[in-house]
């Protein structure tokens, strides 16, 4: 017998197992009790899919038995089992998923999260001494005992054990002044425990509990042991949403997606037709740490009849709504199915299309009655809808476009499109929006003071991929979107249009002379401005916020807009640039120049040529 040493991700973790000052150290049973769970599935999934292993379903169990002499508690299952190789890659090594978890996420607070994580069954050494696990595999003859008192090491052994399955023997810590680990040999506390954490464990969870009676006749109390089966077995989705409490919902989102916060939304559901499933799904609160990397995989469990067959089928998900936690279980697919068949399979089609529909209906009834809460979750995952209606060519549009919201310039605060559309004013038959980083920053844009004064509301959009989303959709309630940036953004009357149209033609050859100067799409006067000298504008599908977007993408795409800069009609700098077309072109020059290079900056663009433009600024202003 040589002891071996744990792995040394293995041996931080059970050396914080050990020392914990973790104060809901009970989890520790639930951790074991899942893994006899699962250790059962395994073999039960084998006797489905494998003719030659025939085994009973009602046959599988998990056994909690307290010694109160011993001070020890053991949990036994006739699951699948480990064989010599097995104990020693399982149990000397801690689980990568829950270790990589783990220090990620909690390198300051790693005593206490240890709860939300499945560190399994290290977790043990928060309340024993000494832990021995027996077991042996299925199939085999020989079976094998794991013994460990913590960081020394660990020891494994021949042994003999009468059935397959796995035993482990917890030898409990001492008791001291904080911490009572005694209680853990009690049968109302262990099974409290079992109610509380594993009930809805599918397999039975057996106890022996002692119950007294008083004989009528001699007046004596008697003692009587019976077995009884502790746990409920009905998996949470598969209960009435009656019976199930918020509390039941949180904590088994918590524990099963390895959240700390509990979900903002539960949809709990169970469909009835041509295909028939439960589903239990989950809307985040916050976006998972991973969420935004290459790495997270949408999907949900699916089970069939409660056994689950896959981990993460994402072919019942769309991608807007990635962000989905929880579980579909049908009857109706095969437990045999792969992966390559399920995206063929006309079940899971009709199944993927009702899930679709179920959650959008959630979302929009969150809207309609609880805004707040569903304005947190747009905060959180709205650019999920926006870029599914963009990636959706078209095809998304109807599902998506209630669910956007906007920053409105009157409102103050976010908007959906159905809303700025009913209280557009008489004769506004466009839906008008600016682009840019910030809500302040749009706000001092030189083009949204005119509109404002007149009254219109702005949507501002300050995600890159907003003016993208916009454009997909064309039109809203048949209103099309106007960047008040673009050409057709004209909010003026027939006289205030004629009026500007005949200035320009009057300034034409001056106009062509400055923009010969910058080479742009155009020069022109404008009316939308009220205090600014200049801004710049585009025409064409491209605007100039998406040519920011675009240009700052790491690839190889560039696209310019076409510009044009508009110069305020009523603004005094245009008296100068007339005298100057008639008597110093050269000088109109470099003022054109300098303007076009304002605008640039006020929208966010950088200016080709700083030196040459802050060598003219200096100048002008020393003359
Ligand atoms: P996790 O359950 O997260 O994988 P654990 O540390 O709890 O991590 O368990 C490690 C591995 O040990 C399990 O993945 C499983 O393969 C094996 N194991 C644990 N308990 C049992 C058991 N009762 N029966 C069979 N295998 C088990």
Known sequence: MKKKEFKTESKRVLDLMINSIYTNKEIFLRELIS???????KLYYKSLTDRKVKLDKDDFYIKVEVDKNDNTLTVRDNGIGMNEEELENNLGTIAESGTLLFKEENKNKETECIGQFGVGFYSAFMVSKEIEVISKKFGDKKAYIWKSSGVEGYTIDETTKDDYGTTIILHLKDDTEDDIYSKYTNEFTIEGLIKKYSDYIKYPIKMNLTHEHEDKKSGKTETHVHEEVINSMIPLWKRNKNEVSSDDYDSFYMDKFYDYEKPLKVIHSSVEGKVSYNTLMFIPSKAPYDFYSKDYEKGLELYSNGVLIMEK????????????????DTPDVSLNISREILQQDAQIKIIAKS???????????????????????????????????????GQNNDNLKDLLLFYSSKEKK?????EY?????????????????????????????????????????????????????????????????GENADIDSKEEKEELEKANDDNKDMFEFMKKAINIKGVRFTKKLKNH????????NVSVEMEKVINAMPTDERISAEKVLEINENH????????????????????????????????????????????????????
């Open 313 to 328: 089928c994402g072919d019942i998900l769309p991608d807007y709504f990635s962000f989905v936690k929880g579980l579909v």
């Open 421 to 485: 559309v009913e209280r557009m004013k008489e004769g506004q038959d466009k839906i008008y929006y600016a682009c840019g980083q910030s809500i302040d920053k749009i706000d001092l844009l030189p083009q949204t003071e005119k509109l404002k004064d007149k009254d219109y509301e702005i949507l501002y959009l300050t995600d890159y991929v907003d003016e993208f989303t916009l454009q997909m959709l064309q039109k809203y309630s048949e209103k099309t979107f106007a960047n008040i940036s």
């Open 355 to 393: 899930i679709e529909s179920k959650i959008r209906k959630e979302l929009e009834t969150m809207l309609e009655e609880e805004r707040e809460k569903y304005e947190e979750f747009f905060k959180t995952f709205g650019i999920n809808i926006k870029f599914g209606i963009y990636n959706g060519m």
């Open 572 to 623: 005094p700098i245009v008296n100068k640039l007339q005298t100057l077309y008639k008597k110093d072109k050269d000088e109109l020059e470099k003022y054109t120049k300098i303007l076009y290079a304002q605008a640039r900056l006020i929208e966010g663009l950088p200016i080709d040529n700083p030196t040459e433009i802050s060598n003219m600024v200096c100048e002008l202003i020393s003359k």
């Open 35 to 41: 893994n006899a769970s699962d250790a059962i599935d």
């Open 533 to 540: 000298p200049v801004c710049l504008t585009s025409e064409g």
């Open 414 to 418: 976010l908007v959906t499109l159905k």
